[in-house]
């Protein structure tokens, strides 16, 4: 089966390098599905999970949303922030989601409520992405590589 390389780079480090069967990434329209040989496109990412699938092994990242280049051959993810489902700290998010709801309760200005909820949907999503990569139980991940 054809392949596409994929690269998931943050400001801070590289999270991936790899090739890839298909990657589905949250676009701010919807999710993209992406194949090898996908026609070129640039779209922005929301706040979501990254699924990556390599050899019938589906692996989950977190992005707090970034830019996505699509080419023929290559598909570069340009991340806020982004993390191995292994990586995420269940209780760290689990305090963050109860802070922002707390700070979303007090009603305060706009902007202060505005960064609340958004601090809640990525609480939310790496809640999401880490619950499921439990469930599965799937392969894990060590280095730049699906491989390890």
Not at 104 to 128: C, T, W
């Amino acid at each position: 089966m054809a392949t596409i390389k994929l690269d998931i780079v943050t400001a801070e480090k590289l999270v991936l390098s790899d090739e890839a069967d298909f990657v589905v990434a949250p676009g701010i329209m919807g999710e993209l599905g992406i194949f090898p040989k996908h026609a070129p496109l640039l779209a922005t990412l929301d706040v979501g999970e990254v699924r990556v699938t390599k050899a019938e092994e589906v692996y989950s990242f977190f992005i707090s949303g970034g830019f996505i280049e699509i080419l023929p051959e290559q598909i570069t993810i340009l991340a806020n922030t982004a993390e191995r489902a292994e990586d995420i700290d269940e209780s760290r998010a689990n305090e963050a989601r109860d802070r922002a709801e707390i700070l979303m309760a007090q009603q305060g200005d706009n902007i202060s409520f505005s960064q609340a909820e958004d601090s809640l949907k990525r609480a939310a999503v790496r809640l999401k992405v880490v619950q499921k990569k439990r469930a599965s139980r799937g392969g894990g991940l060590a280095g730049t590589s699906l491989d390890g």
